[in-house]
Each structure stands twice: as structure tokens, then as C-alpha cells.
């Protein structure tokens, strides 16, 4: 089928580009425009307490609200407040209500700190767009507005909360995106000229996957708003580096086997064509593996990763048949005296490969170097256990010195740190008859037993009086871990000591991400032996065998536990960082096994072509490293190169992300492809292939690849030794 489409496009190469080029056009401009959300909240179905206790609350006590910001008020010279200074923020905060920005419902006078030397106004914004961009040009209106009110006075003043937060991370991100596509561009032009000292091939694939991003941006806004889906800045970064990582992967993988073909003397179309037929398979499974892993998050219950799964997944197969078609049919119209110039290389073979050196390592000592890629990654495994999970989205999304986390850093030592977003514990009737106040009044006492809590606030209740709002301040900041716990105990207790024929909810913001991590545990269980499972699969159709599916996917599984070690190792113990972003595991099981799977395929899938020229499987695990060696660890290296762009963002979300992916990326490709799966082949021998045969010769496949004498590996790095069957 592959040497099918390679001889169909690269016969017709003017009119598959032009189809792309047509097709991706047209895709891009009528794919509607989609608005980003922030709030945490609708990343939760509402099966959940905190979204129950939410709805709860907008049909109970429609009036009241969880601040969408807050306006902090200090004096310049950092002294407690005088009595003018209170009148003018009396004034101040009146005037900025009275100026009827859109979104913003009310400005409320606030608290003064215990020492006077600050004071908090409170926003109120609509509740049906939390989150929206709307929300985050009323924030950009209101710091600009209450700014000019003070200009001139001796009071400064600054805005944070959920809505000044989230108007921060996307400014943030905007900066960040554009320097990893920046970064990206920088090390893909980098590591291209260094590979093949050729201009032409430096810029091309850069132009072919601009391409390719517009019609997967496309596609991807028509499936986000068919399957009404949310929308998310972090996924846009994202896709910058899975399309221009994976598709520049995919074209290593082509043109080295083309430039193979070329050295062997094939005519440059004959081998291009030749290229697709033998990589085709290795790259469509390859693409088919990390399609899987990303789909396998449509089971999340976290709409987030919802999303994320099949934008991913739409961004790799289009790449993938950009793969097959569009980039055969470019490179197959260029001459490879134009395409590799200046450069020579490309027609003659090196001698002395160090990849021939590292094959005839793994060739003669197959267990040692097993066992030394396998106790590096039980080793760094092992620090994986004190992985510690942080749900402090905004300050890992932005810089610390973004204005909404200087507010809410001051809020935390001049307020109680919770004080900005209170816990809420609802207690009403399933009848509809009143609630018991002195129930109530039990619960509150009881409440305020737990520890943690900074504060109980006497109820109130609905005016059909079958509902009571207890706001609870935390001493601990909303998104801690002390919060997170002291919601849970809050729960417990509640729950507990609700009467008969009552329901106790408890919400607020610390609760969405109880939720959230509620959810995110659930989904470890789920997607994660799915996307294993799925995977397995492909590798057992496509090697024949029910034996290296299992060896593949363990190394791969061994990879992951190794990334989140080192990543751990990195900032928790080195850095001092309290813990990583929840979303880490996720981030890195899903790349580090889809790519990982990856590397694996295309060495495993040189090393069966080997075997069946007649090599033994020592013999053979040798060769495939001679031959894919230059392939993995160049792909490998420029999609952690891109990946590791994304810690230039200046966020700790980033860096975690960038880092921990790229090494992962590393780990996949110069430990498990490199060494610890054809080691683990070659130890195996035949028997990795069972139950099939798909190692044993299949005879001349009929389309000019070479096939070397078994039985002998070249000291020299040439292919001095070869069947004379070979054209």
C-alpha cells in the first residue's frame, strides 16, 4: 500500500501540492474563531460536589458572588492608611462601580489588614461568562481606570483575583507562545543545517508544516466547536510544538531512507519512492501510536484534556498524511544536487559511523548494555515516588512579577491567605421545607473545629429559607495542599453532620481543585491502561508478535516512571519547589509513551528488515542501529530541542512541561530506541517474534533495498560485504 502512495504522488507531485496547498487554504479561512476559557470550573462535569454546590448557590442566593477580582489598596511608602486615605478610597472604589464597565456588577468596599496598611475592594462581574474573554478586558479596563484614579495621591493600587489572573496567564501565554515558536524555528534550522550542511533543507520542512498548521488549526476549530468542546491557550502552545517536533520526526525518517536509496545509486524519484514503501509502515504506526495516546483522553472526565485529546490527535494525523503525500512530492521534485547543496554528503556513505561502533557494542554485549539503560531508568524511577502534585494553575502559567500574583502574594501575608476565595458550605432540605437553624448553628460550631480554618461566617439563608450559605475562610492559600486538605475534612464534616432530610454541598474554589485532582486520579485508572492497551495493539499488528509489544511497552512504561524522577529530582529537591503541576503525569505519560513508541517502532522495524535479509538477531539489533541510529537520534534530538524551547516561556508551567518532555524525549530515544530494546531483541532472539515469523526471510522484496551477508558485521563502518543480489 505505501509503495502505492509513494509512486501515485511522486509521479503526480504539482498536483498534490497544489491539492494541500488548495485544501489547507479554504480549511483555515472558514473555521470559526474560538474564544480561550480559564475557569477551572467548567473543566468539571456536574457530577461533581464543587460544580453542584456552585449551581447551588446561583439558584439560592442569585445576589451573592465569589469575587471575580479584587482591588488592593496600599501607600507608596508602604505606612499604615491616615483617614484621607480612607476617605479617597471610599471614593475611589464608589467611582469605579459608577463607571458601568461591561461585565463588572458592582464594586464592593472591602476589609483593612489587622495592620492597616492595606485594604481590599471587592469586584463582582457576571457569573455566566466567568472565565470569558469578556471578563478579561472588563480586568484590563478596571486596572487601567482605578490606576488613573489614584495617579497623583499617595495611594497605589493593583489588581488580582480569578478574572486579573486569568487576563495575566493569557498575556503571559502570548509572550510565551511566541518565543517557543521562535525557539522552535531556531533549533529545527539549527539541527536541519547540522544534519544535512544543506540551506534548502533547513527551510522546507519549516514551509511544508506552516502548511500542514493551517489546516490542523482548522480542523481542529471545527471539531472543537462540533463536539462543543472548551478551548484553552496552554493547547495552542502545544500544537506549536507537536506539528513542527512531530512533522519534522517524520520527515527524518523519510529522508534518511531516501538519502540511503540515493547512496545505493537508485534514480531520486525511483527512491523516493522506495523511501515511502519502506517507511510508510514504521511512520503510519508510529503516527497511529500517539494518535491513540492522544484520543484516549476524550475518556477524561476533565474537559481540559477533553479538548486537548483531539486537537493533539487531529495535528499528528494530518501530519501523518502530509508525511505519506506532500512532503514525498516536494522533496521528489527537487534534484538532490539542489535539495542537499551545498553539500556532498549525501551521495557518498561515511565510513567509520559512530552508530556502527554503538551497534557492534549492542551487538556483542547485549545483556550488559541492557542491564546499564535498565538500572538508569530504575534509578531515576525510583525518585519518582515523592512526586508531589501543585494546583497553583496561575503562578505556574505566569511570571511571579505579573500585577495578579503580586496581589495575590500580598494577600497571603497581609490577609488570611484564604480570605480572597472562602470555602462555602450549602446545608439545605430535599423537601423544600425550612431548614433548621439550629442545625445550622451545630454545623457552624463544628466547622469551625476544623483545622485550617481561619474563619466561620454565620449563615445565611435563602429567602424560601430551605437553604443556608456558610462561608468558610482557610488560613492556607485556596490552592495549597494544606487548603485542599482542610476542604476535605470540611466535607467530611458537613456530610456528617447533616440532619435528616438534608443535603450538605461544599464549594468554592479550593473544592474545584479537590475536584479536579478527584478527577485526575480517576483518569490515571482510565486513559492511561486504555492508551497502553491500544498501543500494544498496533505493535502487535504490525510486528506479528505478541512477545515485543510486551517488552516495548514495559521500556516505555519504565521511560515515564524515569522522566517524572528526573523532573522530580530537578524541582522539587534541587529547585525547592513544593510540588509539580498536577497535569504533569499526564503531559509526560502521553508523550513520553506516544513518542517513545515512536522510536521504538522505527528501530524495531529496522532491526525485523535486517533479520529478514538473514541476520541473525545479534547481527541484526547491530545493523538496525548502524542504519536507524542517525535517524533516531537526530529526531530525537530536535523534538526535544522543541520541546525544550518551551522553558523559555518564564514560567514554572513551561519549564516543568518543557523540561520533563524533552527528557523524556532523550530518554526514548537514546536509552530505550538506542540500546534497551534492541538489547532486550537481540537477547530474545526468535522467540521475540512469536508467534509469527517476521523475522525470517521473506525473500527479494522487489524494490532494490540491499540485503548484507549474515553473519557479518563490517569493522570499518562500510558495506564492504554485500549480496549479489544488490543493485
Known amino acids: 500500500m505505501f509503495h502505492r502512495i509513494g509512486r501515485t504522488v511522486v509521479r503526480h507531485p504539482i498536483w498534490t501540492i497544489v491539492t494541500w496547498i488548495v485544501a489547507a487554504v479554504v480549511i483555515f479561512l472558514t473555521a470559526p474563531a474560538l474564544a480561550s476559557n480559564s475557569n477551572e470550573s467548567s473543566f468539571l462535569p456536574t457530577s461533581y460536589e464543587s460544580i453542584q454546590a456552585m ?212 534514480d531520486h524519484k525511483e527512491a523516493m519512492i522506495t523511501a515511502v514503501g519502506r517507511v510508510g509502515e514504521a511512520i503510519a504506526s508510529a503516527a497511529g501510536a500517539v494518535i491513540i495516546a492522544f484520543l484516549a483522553l476524550t475518556l477524561s472526565s476533565v474537559s481540559f484534556l477533553k479538548q486537548m485529546g483531539p486537537a493533539l490527535a487531529i495535528s499528528v494525523a494530518v501530519t501523518l498524511i502530509a508525511g505519506l503525500t506532500l512532503m514525498p512530492a516536494v522533496f521528489s521534485l527537487i534534484p538532490p544536487r539542489w535539495l542537499f547543496a551545498p553539500s556532498k554528503r549525501w551521495s557518498v556513505e561515511p565510513t567509520g559511523s559512530k552508530f556502527t561502533a554503538v551497534g557492534r557494542v549492542v551487538q556483542r554485549r547485549p545483556a550488559a548494555v541492557a542491564a546499564v539503560a535498565g538500572l538508569l531508568m530504575i534509578a531515576l524511577a525510583t525518585v519518582a515516588t515523592g512526586y508531589k502534585a501543585s494546583f497553583d494553575f496561575a503562578s505556574a502559567s505566569m511570571p511571579k512579577t505579573e500585577e495578579s500574583m503580586v496581589v495575590q502574594n500580598t494577600l497571603a501575608s497581609a490577609f488570611s491567605a484564604g480570605s480572597g476565595a472562602p470555602a462555602g458550605v450549602f446545608l439545605s432540605t430535599v423537601n423544600g421545607s425550612p431548614v433548621d437553624h439550629g442545625a445550622v448553628a451545630t454545623l457552624e460550631q463544628k466547622l469551625q473545629t476544623v483545622p485550617g480554618v481561619a474563619a466561620v461566617t454565620p449563615a445565611v439563608y435563602d429567602k424560601k429559607a430551605d437553604t443556608a450559605d456558610i462561608s468558610v475562610t482557610l488560613s492556607a492559600n485556596p490552592e495549597s495542599e494544606q487548603a485542599m486538605n482542610t476542604v476535605k475534612q470540611l466535607r467530611d464534616v458537613a456530610h456528617a453532620n447533616a440532619p435528616d432530610g438534608t443535603k450538605a454541598l461544599v464549594g468554592g474554589e479550593t473544592a474545584v481543585y479537590v475536584d479536579i485532582n478527584k478527577a485526575i486520579n480517576h483518569d490515571y485508572s482510565v486513559v492511561f491502561p486504555v492508551a497502553g492497551i491500544l498501543i500494544m495493539l498496533i505493535l502487535a499488528l504490525m510486528l506479528r508478535s505478541v512477545v515485543a509489544p510486551w517488552y516495548l511497552m514495559a521500556s516505555v512504561g519504565l521511560g515515564f516512571a524515569a522522566t517524572i524522577g528526573a523532573t522530580v529530582l530537578i524541582f522539587q529537591h534541587l529547585q525547592n519547589q513544593a510540588g509539580l503541576m498536577f497535569l504533569l503525569p499526564v503531559f509526560v505519560y502521553l508523550f513520553v509513551v506516544a513518542i517513545g513508541t515512536d522510536y521504538n517502532i522505527l528501530m524495531i522495524s529496522r532491526l525485523r528488515e535486517e533479520a529478514r535479509a538473514g541476520r541473525s538477531p545479534r547481527e541484526a539489533a547491530g545493523q538496525a542501529i548502524r542504519h536507524a541510529g542517525p535517524t533516531v537520534a537526530s529526531a530525537g534530538a530536535i523534538l526535544a530541542g522543541t520541546f525544550a524551547s518551551m522553558m523559555l516561556a518564564g514560567n514554572s508551567l513551561f519549564s516543568e512541561l518543557g523540561f520533563s518532555i524533552s527528557f523524556g524525549i532523550v530518554m526514548a530515544a537514546f536509552v530505550m530506541a538506542m540500546f534497551f530494546t534492541p538489547a532486550l531483541t537481540a537477547l530474545i532472539g526468535h522467540a521475540a517474534w512469536w508467534p509469527g515469523h517476521a523475522d525470517r526471510n521473506q525473500g527479494d522484496s522487489g524494490h532494490g533495498e540491499s540485503r548484507v551477508v549474515a553473519g557479518h558485521f563490517p569493522e570499518d563502518g562500510k558495506i564492504s560485504e554485500l549480496d549479489p543480489t544488490r543493485n
Open 55 to 266: 449551581n447551588l448557590q446561583q439558584d439560592a442566593f442569585p445576589a451573592a458572588f465569589t469575587p471575580a477580582a479584587e482591588v488592593l489598596f496600599q501607600r507608596a511608602d508602604g505606612q499604615p492608611f491616615t483617614a484621607a486615605d480612607k476617605a479617597l478610597i471610599s471614593q475611589v472604589t464608589t467611582e469605579l462601580g459608577q463607571k458601568k464597565i461591561d461585565q463588572v456588577q458592582a464594586v464592593i468596599p472591602g476589609m483593612y489588614s489587622k495592620d492597616g496598611k492595606y485594604d481590599l475592594a471587592l469586584v463582582k462581574m457576571n457569573s455566566a461568562d466567568t472565565g470569558q474573554p469578556s471578563q478579561n478586558t472588563a480586568a484590563q479596563t478596571l486596572r487601567a481606570d482605578v490606576k488613573q484614579l489614584v495617579q497623583g495621591t499617595d495611594l497605589e493600587a493593583k489588581l488580582g483575583g480569578n478574572a486579573a489572573s486569568a487576563l495575566d496567564q493569557q498575556n503571559s501565554s502570548k509572550t510565551g507562545g511566541e518565543i517557543i515558536f521562535l525557539g522552535t524555528f531556531l533549533v529545527i534550522i539549527v539541527a536541519m543545517l547540522i544534519i544535512f550542511r544543506a540551506p534548502l533543507m533547513a527551510l522546507l520542512p519549516l514551509l511544508l508544516i506552516a502548511i500542514v498548521m493551517l489546516a490542523a488549526n482548522g480542523l481542529i476549530n471545527d471539531i472543537t466547536k462540533l463536539l462543543s468542546l472548551q478551548s484553552n491557550s496552554t493547547v495552542s502552545s502545544l500544537l506549536i510544538i507537536v506539528l513542527f517536533g512531530v512533522g519534522t520526526d517524520y520527515i527524518l525518517f523519510l529522508m534518511f531512507r531516501y538519502r540511503e536509496r540515493l547512496r545505493a545509486g537508485d
